[in-house]
Nanobody, 116 residues
């Protein structure tokens, strides 16, 4: 299975961000319990952001102050993260991953820079 993130590389402050993760190579629903997003700002530890499980329930990191949402499009094998009210502190590499007894595999990551 492979995961590939896509989205804008540069976003202006106060705008919203939408990132999509496209999953390929494995259509067996039993091989995933959830799909999630993590980011890593420069020089900092990774920060888990949000996940959605196979029933559609989502889980979020409360430290992000409810700025995130997540959705799935099973027909396209994609799931999407949205992050609102961006600020320069949201500059990071964003990763998607499959969850089943741990997070694996991961996408290669996509750089998002928040700057005017």
């Amino acid at each position: 299975v492979q995961l590939q993130e896509s989205g804008p590389g540069l976003v202006k402050p106060s705008q919203a961000l939408s990132l999509t993760c496209t999953v390929s190579g494995d259509s067996n629903p039993a091989n995933a319990a959830a799909w999630g997003w993590t980011r890593q700002p420069p020089g900092k530890e990774p920060e888990w952001m949000r996940a959605i499980d196979t029933s559609g329930s989502s889980y979020y990191n409360p430290t992000l102050n409810n700025r995130t949402s997540i959705s799935r499009d099973t027909s396209k094998n994609q799931f999407t993260l949205q992050l609102s009210s961006l600020a320069p502190r949201d500059t990071a590499v964003y990763y998607c991953a499959r969850g089943k007894e741990g997070w694996s595999p991961w996408g290669q990551g996509t750089q998002v820079t928040v700057s005017s």
